[in-house]
């Protein structure tokens, strides 16, 4: 079975600091690990992908994710928070030859001026 | 480049109406998808089809909930007939053929409201 475990609903961030949002998975066989950003009123956005290689994956608007095989876990970070960073974040996975997507339950980020 | 389009936004009707919602996926795309949100339950896979056709329908709540995809640009998600449990945010959301490796586009979705 696949799941995601994102055990921070919420994270607080002053502007300027860097933010880790969590994310950890279970799945048998290799994992392709995904994050999404959703702002208000709007679709969920891709922002960047692990599929294989580089533990580091970097993407979008500075953001970056380290895959660790012996943790099982997918950490979402930026070095500098921007108060437009304010979002809901979801990790994903599935396993390889799946198509379909688990999300986690989502982290809702705040960056305080 | 269009991103997938979902209509309508936005949906208020009365119980026991028939709501039907709409989905145009990225063009070249082989997977779509429909999910739901909310607050209660999260974001939940109802349906997805490959090249058209039901691959996992395991996610539809019962036999109220249909979807069909007619051709290779267009989807719908019926509900008949529609309850105050079913008002949620309803995602589609296309990607290319892959073996699971590559992301998923979302549209806006529809926020739907039974009353």
């Known amino acids: 079975a696949q799941s995601v475990a994102q055990p921070e609903d919420q994270v607080n961030v002053a502007e300027g600091n860097p933010l880790t949002v969590k994310c950890t998975y279970s799945?048998?066989?290799?994992?392709?690990l995904f994050w999404y950003v959703q702002y208000p009123n709007r679709g969920l956005q891709f922002l960047l992908k692990?599929?294989?290689?580089?533990?580091l994956v970097k993407g979008s608007y500075g953001f970056e994710a380290e895959f660790n095989k012996s943790q099982t876990s997918f950490h979402l970070k930026k070095p500098s928070a921007l108060v437009s960073d304010s979002a809901l974040y979801f990790c994903?996975?599935?396993?390889?030859?799946?198509?379909?997507?688990?999300f986690g339950t989502g982290t809702r980020l705040t960056v305080i001026p | 480049d269009a991103g997938v389009i979902q209509s309508p936004r936005h949906e208020v009707t009365e119980m026991g109406q028939e709501v039907t919602l709409r989905c145009k996926p990225i063009?070249?795309?082989?997977?779509l998808f429909w999910y739901r949100q909310t607050m209660m339950r999260g974001l939940e896979l109802l349906i997805y089809f490959n090249n058209n056709v039901p691959i996992d329908d395991s996610g539809m709540p019962e036999d109220r909930f249909s979807a069909k995809m007619p051709n290779a640009s267009f989807s719908t998600l019926k509900i008949q007939p529609s309850e105050p449990r079913d008002s949620a945010v309803y995602f589609c959301a296309s990607s290319t053929t892959g073996a699971g490796n590559q992301p998923q586009h979302f549209g806006d979705g529809t926020r739907l409201s039974i009353l």
């Open positions: 692990y599929i294989t290689g580089d533990n």
């Open positions: 063009s070249g795309h082989d997977y």
């Open positions: 994903a996975v599935n396993s390889g030859g799946a198509n379909n997507l688990f």
């Open positions: 799945v048998s066989g290799n994992p392709y």
